[in-house]
């Protein structure tokens, strides 16, 4: 059984016992967290989706706040003496997924 989630601007495959990184959430770690927006489910031969699939809950566990490993950004224009490196690094929660209802 999984189920595909929307959360931060992203969609999710996520199974139960499953971790997943996703955008920062409010709240602390060890704390319950419930997804609402479900966009589909899938038990075996059976497929939920649209309305059906809205009616199902996706809860999970913060297991850990943290941020992602550096991206950097260069900028380079020749013969103009331009350049810029500037690095970004994304903040993500980690979530212990523990059920589909």
């Known amino acids: ?11 999710y495959r996520v199974t139960p016992g499953e971790t997943v990184e996703i955008e920062t959430l409010p709240g602390d770690v060890g704390a ?3 997804f609402g927006r479900v ?8 497929v939920k989706s649209g309305t059906a699939a809205g009616e199902a809950r996706v809860k999970g566990t913060i297991t ?4 992602g490993d550096k ?4 900028k380079f224009k020749r013969k103009k003496q331009y350049k810029r490196t500037i690095g970004h690094r ?3 929660t980690r979530v212990q997924i523990t059920e589909i209802v």
């Open 90 to 92: 994304q903040n993500f």
């Open 32 to 34: 319950e967290v419930e």
């Open 1 to 11: 059984m999984y189920a595909v989630i929307e959360t931060g601007g992203k969609q």
């Open 39 to 46: 966009l589909a489910v899938f038990d075996g031969d059976q």
């Open 71 to 74: 991206t950097i950004v260069f």
């Open 64 to 67: 850990e706040h943290g941020r």
